[in-house]
């Protein structure tokens, strides 16, 4: 089970930080990413970071503003700074889990995540 929090409403150029931890007998680390979908739009990759933390990825459209990092082996968070109208959207986090994965690889798509969280809403007002 994946639990994100964090998200609000914020004027244009303010921050957030959203974080996704893992709860239940389910809790532990696992290779995670950062997703978005807006309204009318297909969802699109965020960030991801390895299983070990020591690679992370990101769309081009937020590098240099969002930073994903571990807190612990059971959180990871979203720093999302210099927020723009067009960020808005639901912003989903996936852990890899049920499948084989590499300790050093950050995976980038959707298809490659077994969970996924309830997503929760950001919003950048200009």
């Known amino acids: 089970q994946l639990v994100e929090s964090g998200g609000g409403l914020v004027h244009a150029g303010c921050s957030l930080r959203l974080s996704c931890a893992t709860a239940g007998r389910s809790a532990r680390r696992y290779p995670v990413g950062w997703f978005r979908q807006a309204p009318g739009k297909e969802r699109e990759f965020v960030a991801a970071?390895?299983?070990?933390?020591?690679?992370t990825s990101y769309a081009d459209s937020v590098k240099d503003r969002f930073t994903i990092y571990r807190d612990n082996a059971n959180m990871v968070s979203l720093q999302m700074n210099s927020l723009k109208p067009e960020d808005t959207a639901v912003y989903f986090c996936a852990a890899r889990g049920e499948r084989a994965y590499n300790e050093n690889v950050c995976y980038t798509g959707g298809f490659e995540y077994d969970y996924w969280g309830q997503g929760i809403q950001v919003t950048a007002s200009s």
């Open positions: 970071i390895s299983w070990s933390g020591k690679r």
